[in-house]
């Protein structure tokens, strides 16, 4: 164990002794916390925000049933769990959670956001697979997908409760317009859109370009 874990597994320890007064989590870019171990933010009823930008590693239920948690920047997360697309429930249950910045992560692994009710909208630029990430996101409408791909999706159910699923409301994913085609005649993306309550719309002269 080397002394970045030590010296995260003591900060996680502190904070879960204390969770019932720590509100916020903001870490500078000189902190090597680099791993967030199994549970050890989990049910931090009174965390409303956190901000760690050397995190690469995020495991089970880390940062699950915060239930207060509104905002969370892991500026560079690029794995969910130590193997690869298990169920992570990273975020689950949630309730609050609003604002999520993952901007290096690579793939969504399966119960990612389960139940974040409050979320509607995710940007996710290096995504390239997805997986049953979003059960139970009745608020998700937005979605944008930067890579030069069409994202896989690794689950028919990958949008289940969800407003872009059969019988949802309507969302939208916005993705490079070169490939709007690809993603409305791909197989697992059909689905949703001829199902007319998924739209594919072009980054490029929007306002997420």
Known sequence: MNFKTIFGL?????????????????????????????????????????NLPNVKVAQQYA???????????LDNLDTYSAAAYQPSYIFANCSKLTDVWIPNLTGLTLYTFRNCVALEFLDLPKVKKIARSFDGCSSLKTIVLRVNQVVNLDNNAAFAGTPFASGGNGAAVYVPQSLITAYQTATKWLALSAGGTCVFRAIEGSEYE
């Open 63 to 73: 940062l699950a049933e915060c239930s207060n948690l509104v905002s969370a920047r």
């Open 10 to 50: 003591i900060l996680i320890v502190f904070i879960i002794s204390s969770m019932s007064i720590v509100s916020a989590i903001d870490v500078d870019n000189n902190t090597d916390i680099e791993t967030l171990g199994y549970y050890s933010l989990y049910r931090c009823y009174e965390l409303t925000s956190v």
